[in-house]
Structures are given as C-alpha cells and as structure tokens.
C-alpha cells in the first residue's frame, strides 16, 4: 500500500485539523491552507503542520471544506499542480462528484472520501489526532479513478487509523441520510422543543434527554451545507420519521382504546430492533452490556479512581456514561461491561468504599 509522505491540507476546521495532526503523529510532512488566516495560524500552533508555500507540489492534497465548495477547490488545486493525487472529506459524495466532472477536473486524480467521526464542537481548537482511530472512512472511486489514486488514499486512512469502506457515491449519501443526516435533524426538532419549555420541565432533564439532543449542539451553518448538499436522501428519512411519529401520536390521542396502542407498541418494538443491529465495538456484532451503576463526587481524579479499581479487578469498562445530580456534589457513573463481569467489579468496587445503588 502506498502511503503519501508529502500532504496539503485545505481547510482548518475540526477534520481537516485532525487528519493533519493524525498525519504529523505518523511523521508525514503536512502543509495547511485556509481562507481563514487565524485558522491556519491555531492549527500550526497545536503542531498540525506549516504553513503552504504556493507552488509546492505534495502526494495528496485533502480537500477540508464544505460540501458545495469542494469540486471548485479541487479545479483550483488542479490547476496549480498542488498534488499527485486529491481527495476529501465532506459527508456528501454525489454532488461533489458531479460537480467536479461539470467543471471539467482530472477525475482520474481524485478519490471522493468521507471520515465518519466528528464532535459537536467545531474548528481546528476542538481537533484530536485520535478522532478517526477506529472509525469508518468512506472512499468512492468511480470508474475513472485511477488504482494508484485509491491506493494513496487508502494509505492516508491507514496513517489515521480509520477504517476504509469503499462504496458507491449515491449509496454513501443514502446511508448517511440514514445514519447521520435525518438523525441530526430529528434530534434538532426534539432539541427545539426545549427552547420554550417551561423550567420545571428543564428542572427535570435526565439523561434521557441529553442523550437523544446531544448532536443536536452541532454548528447550523455548516449542517445547512451538508444538508442541502444531501436533500432528497434525508427528506425521504424524515417523512418516513414522520409517519412514524404521527401515526404514534394519532395512536396516542386514541390511547383509550387498548387496540389502539398496538402500533405505538410496534414502532417501539421496531426501535429496539434497529438499535440491536448497530454494530458493536471495532465494527463487530452489537453486544448487549450489563450495567454497574457507581455513585461518583464531582471532584477532580474521581473517574481515574474508578479505572484503577476496575484495572486492578481485571475488568475491561467497555462504556461510561455520567449523570449529573441537580444541586448536589455528585452523580452516577454507568459503567458498561461484560455481563460475567458485573460481580467481580461490583466486589471490587465495594471493597474500595465506592457505593453502589
């Protein structure tokens, strides 16, 4: 496999700023370039790479910005003769692909690729060189992608840790409408909700909540991009929601009648369904974990203590997921693990003075 030794990265946000750090830990040479000269600058400074002197040539170039602008970015590269080879990383495939054939750019150079990792937060201050270890990265050759392109891509995902899915570019954008898109959306409408809600009703915010708003945090400008760049794939998801919801709610109006909460019952049973076929840790099957709930003070070092309780027992925390105590110093840590596992760490936990609900 090839891997590029020389790299142009265009666009400091979040992704881009992440692969370049991704990159320099692997010592790759990376150059970076931004409209944003404040972008370029905080992302030298977290040591993602140097600045781009115009008229270098590099392997790859990997195009960092949004989906509508990335066909006339790779044109203007191109033109320059910044790279052997071009790829990106926007979560849309399709347009970018047939916006650049439009403009008329080398597709024997470029593979369309796509990262599937990300934060709520933005920019090149919120990147992490870790952030792709484990996760699928989508590339989508078409046919006149050229092997040597896909192989330097591939290697660019190795050096990062990702996970190389190849897939054709209209099938990425249904799946990502799926697993991505109209989540984001469904999770913005629930999280709407919110901005009216009476404080009684915040007062009592669970986790619940959290967990079903939380990609709701998401920048709404760069999500219009992604969204408009993906429309048709995502508004059928979400009318297919919304049939759900509607059908659950005309159900519910009717919740006198037994039979008539038969398909609420159904839609939640479909729910577990779906949830069940989410692949599990490193891509494999989904497992069901049991839970060892601990009562935790909010003070610094208290979760390190936790981890070397359970290192010490032989126990692998598979998960953690924290909940917060309204007004009080404390909370509740879910610690997911193997099944067989709960006792040793239960013991274990207890032996050191933590208490257990």
């Known amino acids: 496999m090839s891997s590029p030794e020389s790299v142009l990265v265009v666009g400091t946000g979040l992704i881009g700023t992440s692969v370049a750090l991704a990159l320099r830990e692997q010592g790759v040479t990376v150059y970076l370039a931004d409209r944003d000269a404040g972008a370029v600058r905080l992302a030298r400074e977290l040591g993602a790479g140097t600045e781009w002197p115009a008229g270098r040539t590099v392997d790859l170039a990997v195009i ?37 054939a439009d403009l008329g750019c080398d597709l024997t150079t470029y593979v369309a690729g796509h990262p599937l990792a990300g934060r709520e937060r933005s920019g090149p201050a919120a ?33 990062c840790g990702g996970e190389a899915v190849r897939v054709d570019a209209a099938e990425h954008d249904r799946a990502v409408a799926i697993v991505s898109h109209a989540p984001h959306v469904t999770a913005s409408a629930v999280a709407a909700r919110l901005a009216d809600a009476p404080a009684t009703a915040l007062g009592l915010a669970g986790q619940g909540v959290r967990d079903v708003t939380r990609i709701a945090a998401g920048d709404p400008g760069l999500w219009t991009g992604i969204l408009s760049g993906n429309a048709l794939p995502v508004a059928d998801v979400l009318e297919a929601v919304a049939a759900d919801l509607a059908a659950a709610a005309a159900s519910l109006r009717a919740s006198a009648d037994p039979a008539a909460m038969g398909q609420v019952t159904e839609l939640l049973h479909r729910g577990v369904a779906g949830t069940g076929r989410i692949p599990g840790k490193h891509g494999g099957p989904a497992r069901t974990y049991a839970t060892v709930q601990v009562i935790i003070g909010d003070r610094p070092g208290e979760l390190a203590k936790l ?20 007004g009080l110093p404390l909370g509740a840590a879910d610690l997911s693990v193997q099944p067989e596992a709960v006792a040793v760490l239960s013991e274990a936990l207890r032996a050191h003075g933590w208490h257990l609900p």
């Open 64 to 100: 960092a910005v949004p989906p509508q602008a990335v066909a006339a970015q790779l044109a203007d590269l191109q033109r320059a003769g910044a790279a052997r080879f071009y790829t990106d990383v926007a979560s849309v495939k399709a347009l970018p692909l047939r916006q650049a």
């Open 127 to 159: 990147a992490r060189a870790d952030l792709f270890l484990g996760r699928p990265w989508a590339l989508c050759p078409t046919e006149e992608t050229s092997p040597d392109a896909v192989e330097v891509l591939l290697g660019l995902i190795k050096l």
């Open 307 to 326: 981890f070397l309780v359970a290192e010490a027992a032989g126990v692998n925390i598979e998960d953690v997921r924290l909940e917060h105590a309204p």
